[in-house]
């Protein structure tokens, strides 16, 4: 089992920055692929980015790509959503997720642990 902490939400105007961090515990983080994914109101969950457990592969979505990055850091068993040039429509809670597999992935129902969540707003 792993448990997932997502943290780093807030407010913030458009055109600004922010970093989100996921701690996990209760596995080895390099054994699991990361994710984010965020949920507005009255949306689906959608896929943001992802990381193999190496840390070698990227994915994101085209409406975060050039703005956004997925790192991860392994030995602190961290992985980190540096979040550029914010746009309103960037507002949602923020997931972090794993999945028992090296390999990223892009759909939600392929991930099987999951962060709390943490809130981004983005004034315009």
């Known amino acids: 089992q792993v448990q997932l902490v997502d943290s780093g939400g807030g407010l913030v105007q458009a055109g600004g920055s922010l970093r989100l961090s996921c701690e996990a515990s209760g596995r080895t983080a390099s054994s699991i692929a990361m994710g984010w994914f965020r949920q507005s109101s009255g949306k689906e969950r959608e896929f943001v980015a992802a990381i193999s457990g190496s840390g070698d592969v990227f994915v994101y979505s085209d409406s975060v790509k050039g703005r956004f990055t997925i790192s991860r850091d392994n030995a602190k068993n961290m992985v980190a959503l540096q979040m550029n040039a914010l746009k309103p429509e960037d507002t949602a809670v923020y997931f972090c997720?794993?999945?028992?597999?090296?390999?990223?992935?892009?759909?939600?129902?392929?991930?099987?642990?999951w962060g709390q969540g943490t809130q981004v707003t983005v004034s315009s």
């Open positions: 997720a794993g999945r028992p597999s090296l390999m990223a992935r892009t759909t939600a129902s392929e991930y099987d642990f």
